[in-house]
Nanobody, 121 residues
Framework: QVHLVESGGGLVQPGGSLRLSCAASGSISDINTMAWYRQAPGKQRELVASISSGGSTSYLDSVKGRFTISRDNAKNTVALQMNSLKPEDTAVYYC???????????????WGQGTQVTVSS
């Protein structure tokens, strides 16, 4: 079994910062791309940021310059530092990863349970 567990969500005022963390645990052989998605009420889930195993990153245009994704390969963790938060960043944020399990020949995509981020005064 493999699990992704997020933490760090909450309520923050506009202009504030939050840091989301996600830890992958279980019978893991390797992790490829790790990413953060978000889904606001009534909207489709969208890719916010991703990071390859080598550290290459990409971002949604609306968060460029405000959000930073990082990972620790030794600890199987990924983080999302969110600065200058706006009300439109309010959403449930999900951790996502492509994981190769021990003794399994194929890569599988896993999701965390989600963590709520609310930006409001």
């Amino acid at each position: 079994q493999v699990h992704l567990v997020e933490s760090g969500g909450g309520l923050v005022q506009p202009g504030g910062s939050l840091r989301l963390s996600c830890a992958a645990s279980g019978s893991i052989s390797d992790i490829n791309t790790m990413a953060w998605y978000r889904q606001a009420p009534g909207k489709q889930r969208e890719l916010v940021a991703s990071i390859s195993s080598g550290g290459s990153t990409s971002y949604l245009d609306s968060v460029k310059g405000r959000f930073t994704i990082s990972r620790d390969n030794a600890k199987n963790t990924v983080a999302l530092q969110m600065n200058s938060l706006k009300p439109e960043d309010t959403a449930v944020y999900y951790c996502n990863a492509d994981i190769l399990r021990k003794n399994f020949p194929s890569w599988y995509n896993y999701w965390g349970q989600g963590t709520q981020v609310t930006v409001s005064s």
